[in-house]
Protein backbone atom coordinates (compact mmCIF):
# COMPACT_ATOMS: atom_id res chain seq x y z
CA UNK A 1 0.00 0.00 0.00
CA UNK A 2 1.31 3.42 -0.56
CA UNK A 3 1.39 6.27 1.23
CA UNK A 4 3.34 8.13 3.38
CA UNK A 5 5.31 7.60 6.75
CA UNK A 6 5.97 9.42 10.12
CA UNK A 7 7.89 8.44 12.77
CA UNK A 8 7.99 8.85 16.03
CA UNK A 9 4.36 9.06 16.62
CA UNK A 10 4.82 11.10 20.30
CA UNK A 11 8.27 12.64 20.67
CA UNK A 12 9.30 14.20 23.75
CA UNK A 13 12.86 16.31 24.24
CA UNK A 14 14.56 18.56 26.95
CA UNK A 15 15.00 21.92 26.36
CA UNK A 16 18.23 23.02 24.08
CA UNK A 17 18.31 19.42 22.19
CA UNK A 18 18.08 19.06 18.62
CA UNK A 19 15.40 16.68 17.21
CA UNK A 20 14.88 15.03 13.89
CA UNK A 21 11.28 14.17 12.53
CA UNK A 22 11.23 11.85 9.96
CA UNK A 23 8.86 11.26 6.76
CA UNK A 24 9.01 8.40 4.01
CA UNK A 25 6.40 8.24 1.35
CA UNK A 26 6.37 5.18 -1.69
CA UNK A 27 3.96 7.44 -3.54
CA UNK A 28 6.62 8.23 -6.26
CA UNK A 29 5.85 12.18 -5.56
CA UNK A 30 8.03 14.78 -6.52
CA UNK A 31 6.36 17.67 -4.01
CA UNK A 32 6.80 17.23 -0.15
CA UNK A 33 6.26 19.50 2.47
CA UNK A 34 6.52 19.82 6.43
CA UNK A 35 3.36 21.78 8.17
CA UNK A 36 3.34 22.92 11.71
CA UNK A 37 0.00 22.92 13.57
CA UNK A 38 -1.06 24.75 16.40
CA UNK A 39 -4.74 24.98 18.41
CA UNK A 40 -6.61 27.23 16.63
CA UNK A 41 -4.17 28.13 14.27
CA UNK A 42 -4.58 25.73 11.62
CA UNK A 43 -1.86 24.05 9.30
CA UNK A 44 1.50 26.60 8.81
CA UNK A 45 4.01 25.45 6.54
CA UNK A 46 7.53 24.72 7.33
CA UNK A 47 9.48 24.02 4.85
CA UNK A 48 8.89 22.06 1.13
CA UNK A 49 10.80 20.86 -1.41
CA UNK A 50 9.90 20.03 -5.15
CA UNK A 51 12.79 17.94 -6.34
CA UNK A 52 15.42 15.99 -4.82
CA UNK A 53 18.31 17.83 -3.37
CA UNK A 54 16.55 21.07 -3.46
CA UNK A 55 13.85 23.24 -0.80
CA UNK A 56 12.57 26.33 0.08
CA UNK A 57 11.29 27.45 2.95
CA UNK A 58 7.74 28.47 4.26
CA UNK A 59 6.35 30.41 6.45
CA UNK A 60 7.47 29.57 9.77
CA UNK A 61 11.03 28.15 8.40
CA UNK A 62 13.27 29.87 11.68
CA UNK A 63 14.70 27.07 13.86
CA UNK A 64 13.88 24.14 11.46
CA UNK A 65 16.02 22.47 9.06
CA UNK A 66 15.82 20.17 6.36
CA UNK A 67 17.28 17.66 3.31
CA UNK A 68 16.17 15.83 0.59
CA UNK A 69 19.09 13.54 -0.48
CA UNK A 70 16.56 10.72 -1.59
CA UNK A 71 13.14 11.01 -3.39
CA UNK A 72 11.23 9.24 -0.79
CA UNK A 73 12.54 11.19 2.19
CA UNK A 74 12.49 14.73 3.87
CA UNK A 75 13.57 14.31 7.64
CA UNK A 76 12.61 17.25 9.57
CA UNK A 77 15.59 18.66 12.61
CA UNK A 78 13.76 20.80 15.06
CA UNK A 79 17.13 22.59 16.26
CA UNK A 80 17.33 24.05 20.22
CA UNK A 81 17.11 27.89 18.01
CA UNK A 82 13.41 26.87 18.01
CA UNK A 83 11.59 29.51 20.88
CA UNK A 84 8.35 27.13 20.88
CA UNK A 85 8.74 23.99 19.35
CA UNK A 86 5.85 21.55 21.28
CA UNK A 87 3.20 21.25 18.50
CA UNK A 88 2.15 18.37 16.20
CA UNK A 89 4.04 18.24 13.28
CA UNK A 90 2.81 16.61 9.61
CA UNK A 91 4.32 15.62 6.54
CA UNK A 92 2.42 15.67 3.05
CA UNK A 93 3.53 15.43 -0.20
CA UNK A 94 2.15 15.90 -3.80
CA UNK A 95 3.13 14.98 -7.78
CA UNK A 96 4.48 17.73 -9.69
CA UNK A 97 2.96 17.57 -13.00
CA UNK A 98 3.07 20.44 -15.30
CA UNK A 99 -0.30 22.15 -15.38
CA UNK A 100 -1.78 20.02 -12.66
CA UNK A 101 -3.45 20.87 -9.51
CA UNK A 102 -3.09 18.06 -7.13
CA UNK A 103 -3.94 17.33 -3.48
CA UNK A 104 -1.13 16.73 -0.93
CA UNK A 105 -1.65 13.15 0.65
CA UNK A 106 -0.56 13.64 4.78
CA UNK A 107 1.25 11.43 6.80
CA UNK A 108 -0.17 10.62 10.70
CA UNK A 109 1.99 13.43 12.01
CA UNK A 110 4.06 13.75 15.24
CA UNK A 111 3.30 14.86 18.50
CA UNK A 112 6.57 16.82 19.98
CA UNK A 113 6.36 18.10 23.43
CA UNK A 114 9.66 19.79 24.87
CA UNK A 115 10.13 19.41 28.46
CA UNK B 1 -2.39 36.22 3.85
CA UNK B 2 -4.19 33.51 5.47
CA UNK B 3 -8.07 32.64 4.52
CA UNK B 4 -10.35 33.19 7.07
CA UNK B 5 -13.01 30.40 7.46
CA UNK B 6 -16.10 31.17 8.96
CA UNK B 7 -17.49 29.72 11.50
CA UNK B 8 -15.20 28.96 13.56
CA UNK B 9 -17.14 26.04 15.03
CA UNK B 10 -20.50 24.39 14.36
CA UNK B 11 -22.98 22.08 16.15
CA UNK B 12 -25.59 20.25 14.37
CA UNK B 13 -28.01 17.39 15.03
CA UNK B 14 -27.54 14.92 12.08
CA UNK B 15 -29.53 15.03 9.26
CA UNK B 16 -29.33 18.82 9.56
CA UNK B 17 -27.54 21.18 6.70
CA UNK B 18 -24.10 23.16 7.14
CA UNK B 19 -22.26 25.48 5.21
CA UNK B 20 -18.22 26.28 6.21
CA UNK B 21 -16.82 29.83 3.99
CA UNK B 22 -13.48 30.02 2.85
CA UNK B 23 -12.35 33.47 2.24
CA UNK B 24 -9.42 35.18 0.52
CA UNK B 25 -7.93 39.00 0.09
CA UNK B 26 -5.75 37.59 -2.78
CA UNK B 27 -6.90 36.44 -5.85
CA UNK B 28 -7.37 32.49 -5.77
CA UNK B 29 -6.01 29.82 -8.19
CA UNK B 30 -7.49 27.08 -6.87
CA UNK B 31 -8.93 25.61 -3.11
CA UNK B 32 -8.14 22.71 -1.51
CA UNK B 33 -11.13 20.92 1.18
CA UNK B 34 -9.47 19.25 3.91
CA UNK B 35 -11.26 17.42 6.84
CA UNK B 36 -9.00 16.44 9.66
CA UNK B 37 -10.21 14.05 12.67
CA UNK B 38 -8.68 14.76 15.97
CA UNK B 39 -4.98 13.70 16.26
CA UNK B 40 -5.24 12.39 13.11
CA UNK B 41 -3.77 13.48 8.92
CA UNK B 42 -5.91 15.71 7.41
CA UNK B 43 -8.06 13.85 4.58
CA UNK B 44 -8.36 15.35 1.01
CA UNK B 45 -11.81 15.97 0.15
CA UNK B 46 -12.14 18.09 -2.75
CA UNK B 47 -10.03 20.79 -5.17
CA UNK B 48 -12.26 23.74 -6.82
CA UNK B 49 -10.33 25.34 -10.35
CA UNK B 50 -12.60 27.58 -12.28
CA UNK B 51 -14.75 30.50 -11.13
CA UNK B 52 -17.75 29.68 -10.21
CA UNK B 53 -16.66 25.66 -10.52
CA UNK B 54 -19.28 23.52 -8.01
CA UNK B 55 -18.02 19.74 -7.04
CA UNK B 56 -19.65 17.55 -4.87
CA UNK B 57 -18.62 14.13 -3.25
CA UNK B 58 -22.09 12.55 -1.73
CA UNK B 59 -23.05 15.59 0.45
CA UNK B 60 -20.83 17.19 0.59
CA UNK B 61 -20.09 19.99 -2.37
CA UNK B 62 -18.59 22.76 -2.57
CA UNK B 63 -18.43 25.87 -4.86
CA UNK B 64 -15.42 28.77 -5.93
CA UNK B 65 -16.36 32.29 -6.46
CA UNK B 66 -13.33 33.42 -8.29
CA UNK B 67 -14.96 37.19 -8.37
CA UNK B 68 -15.47 37.03 -4.61
CA UNK B 69 -12.29 35.03 -3.77
CA UNK B 70 -14.07 32.66 -1.77
CA UNK B 71 -15.27 29.18 -1.35
CA UNK B 72 -18.28 27.64 0.23
CA UNK B 73 -18.41 23.50 1.47
CA UNK B 74 -21.69 22.40 1.46
CA UNK B 75 -23.06 19.51 4.33
CA UNK B 76 -26.11 18.32 3.58
CA UNK B 77 -28.12 15.95 5.64
CA UNK B 78 -25.15 15.24 7.84
CA UNK B 79 -23.71 12.35 9.37
CA UNK B 80 -22.14 11.86 12.49
CA UNK B 81 -19.17 11.00 10.28
CA UNK B 82 -18.75 14.36 9.45
CA UNK B 83 -17.67 15.50 12.74
CA UNK B 84 -14.03 17.23 12.70
CA UNK B 85 -12.10 20.22 11.76
CA UNK B 86 -12.39 21.32 7.74
CA UNK B 87 -9.90 23.02 6.56
CA UNK B 88 -9.08 24.97 3.39
CA UNK B 89 -6.18 25.60 1.79
CA UNK B 90 -5.83 28.12 -0.78
CA UNK B 91 -3.10 28.48 -3.69
CA UNK B 92 -2.29 32.14 -5.22
CA UNK B 93 -1.95 32.89 -9.12
CA UNK B 94 1.29 32.89 -9.97
CA UNK B 95 2.67 29.99 -7.67
CA UNK B 96 3.67 27.48 -10.13
CA UNK B 97 4.41 24.33 -9.55
CA UNK B 98 5.18 24.24 -5.86
CA UNK B 99 2.13 22.90 -4.81
CA UNK B 100 2.28 25.65 -1.64
CA UNK B 101 -1.30 26.00 0.14
CA UNK B 102 -1.80 28.52 2.47
CA UNK B 103 -4.59 27.25 4.70
CA UNK B 104 -7.39 28.30 7.26
CA UNK B 105 -7.45 28.13 10.63
CA UNK B 106 -9.93 25.19 10.18
CA UNK B 107 -14.04 25.35 11.46
CA UNK B 108 -14.69 22.73 13.87
CA UNK B 109 -17.78 20.32 12.92
CA UNK B 110 -19.58 18.56 15.97
CA UNK B 111 -22.86 16.67 14.84
CA UNK B 112 -24.62 15.07 17.52
CA UNK B 113 -27.09 12.28 17.43
Known amino acids: DGGITQSPKYLFRKEGQNVTLSCEQNLNHDAMYWYRQDPGQGLRLIYY???????QKGDIAEGYSVSREKKESFPLTVTSAQKNPTAFYLC??????????????FGPGTRLTVL | QQPVQSPQAVILREGEDAVINCSSSKALYSVHWYRQKHGEAPVFLMILLKGGEQKGHDKISASFNEKKQQSSLYLTASQLSYSGTYFCGTRRPGSGNTGKLIFGQGTTLQVKP
Open chain 1, 92 to 105: ASSTRASGRVDEQF
Open chain 1, 49 to 55: SQIVNDF
